[in-house]
């Protein structure tokens, strides 16, 4: 049996099936693209869009969300400070088997701290982690809150709500950056997916918005 | 925005690109084949053999196996009843977003209680579940025992281990019955893929082990 890496009586074990392999079945390659701002800065409608786009353009994608992860594999988990680090922690080891199953990830969380995301960052390779800060004035969210959770944040009912009484951490050097009160949610999906095309990692799907870099 | 079921504020969050739209760009469904059996029955063998099948015949698949889980997403976790429910749960929990993805995913975990087993199977829908026993005395486990573990259980050194003084409790309604300890390995990945493939699930892939089925 192939093993390596012994942590107590737990071996690591190697399969045939390479994350190569499936990227070779797919004609692209596998990265996470994190989408990191403030509770309605546009994260959800983003990766809504995105996939459509990317899945239009025959990728294989699939969304891991902050709510829907909070109904399953994080039920367990409240919003205090490790609770949302150890949420962060299992998702950024969900999105690590999802780039080794060779699919396009993407991550829509607020994941307001540095630390957390850099965390996400390490445990895949230098080159499959594109983060994306969804960059979006506070007021303005105050504005869109869909949810009415700044209202409730604001009025005290919900503790620990990032942007209101708790701390976003502003990425330092994001791979990309979409000013969502600037721009439509379509020039925004085509900012991500031009990046993509770029960096040669959907280079075989057919990019629409990538068509005037081709003239 | 598209939301069901709140649990207080978190809310469902629906995507347009659905398990089906995937299903349809990769030509085949997605299930869990989830292998239980004691440890040294065979199951990490079966899984690496079945994944490197099924992608020949063009499958997206891709293996989560209790080792490796132990080493990233469930590093926290011990072996207590407890902490073994946990492990079972998020895995179960992770299969079914990969199932979501369009992924034929095989589970490889020893899984001892059939309380969790169903855990697993509840998540998915009745047709997305292969329950597989790997089959093998304890007897011929204990022969095996590639990773000395049987050994160090025997010899007191090692505590809950399943088979010696942990119960392992045998699947009452299986979809599949392998004996490890009668078949081959090319025997029992054969038996998994025809059963597969009559149940209509890899239709669309070249299945060598059922060209008896065409004639």
Known sequence: MDSKKPKSDVYWVKFEISKEDRRKLKGHASVV???????????????????????????????????NMRHGLNRDLGFSKEDRQENIRRIAEVAKLFVD???????????????DRETARSLVEANEFIEVFVNCPVTVCIERDPKSLYKKALSGQIKSFTGVNDPYEV???PD??????????SETVDTIVKHLNDKGLIEDLKCSACSDNTG
């Open 171 to 173: 990425p330092d050097c």
């Open 176 to 185: 990309i950056v979409v000013e969502t009160n600037k721009l439509t949610l």
């Open 33 to 67: 693209i994190w989408l990191t701002g403030l509770p309605a800065s546009g994260k959800t409608s983003i990766a809504r869009e995105l996939e459509k786009r990317l899945h239009e353009m025959g990728g294989h994608t699939y969304v891991l969300d902050g709510d």
């Open 101 to 115: 199953a060779g699919i396009i990830t993407i991550c829509a969380f607020v994941s307001p701290f540095k630390e």
